[in-house]
């Protein structure tokens, strides 16, 4: 037996609005350089990853990709400052709560 | 913005026997004594509540529920002691996460 914590972040209506799948798909933008290919390497319709981005944006009331405009590349996306800073946080959130959860995981159904 | 945090345990390969769901089921056969009533009050198949107890039993590889046979009511269903016990842990565990999970969230995202 193991547990599994899912961590969301939720607007004031308890709407959630990030989580893995938005935070993989922000990686994905800072890898690639790009939504498409960030969807691609999940596996989801661009589409979805463009709405579950516009949907993070309009409960943060900031923007998280922005695209790139001319230059020898030509379009494209690049994460945000904010769009970076709150990976960062998220990152620490995540790694702080599981932390903690397994330690009371374990207190609680191992002793 | 708020966050929200959701606790499963899983199996050894990681497939989720037992979270919220399993948890509100198992309060519904103690306050009905009748899983039909149970999965009826959160809306849910019977077929499906039924599932839902015999996967997480299989994994924990012991009853959660007994079914109460003959007496003045006939039929029903009683959670056992082992299940009592599990949703004792279970609220522990989800209330000592919840804490702390908002406790880090406050200082990460409010800081």
Redesign the interface.
């Known amino acids: 037996?193991?547990?599994?914590?899912?961590?969301?972040?939720?607007?004031?209506n308890?709407e959630?609005f990030f989580g893995e799948g938005p935070y993989q798909l922000l990686k994905g933008v800072e890898k690639t350089g790009s939504l498409h290919a960030a969807a691609a390497e999940m596996h989801m319709a661009y589409t979805k990853a463009l709405k579950i981005i516009k949907q993070a944006e309009k409960?943060?009331e900031y923007p998280l990709i922005r695209r790139a405009i001319g230059g020898k590349d030509g379009g494209g996306s690049q994460v945000t400052a904010q769009g970076k800073k709150l990976m960062k946080?998220y990152e620490?959130?995540k790694d702080?709560?599981n932390r903690?959860?397994k330690q009371?995981?374990q207190e609680?159904?191992r002793s």
């Not at 547990?3 to 607007?11: C, E, G, Q, V, W």
């Open positions: 037996m193991q547990p599994i914590i899912k961590l969301f972040l939720a607007d004031e308890g959630k409960a943060l946080s620490q959130y702080a709560c903690s959860c009371i995981y609680i159904f």
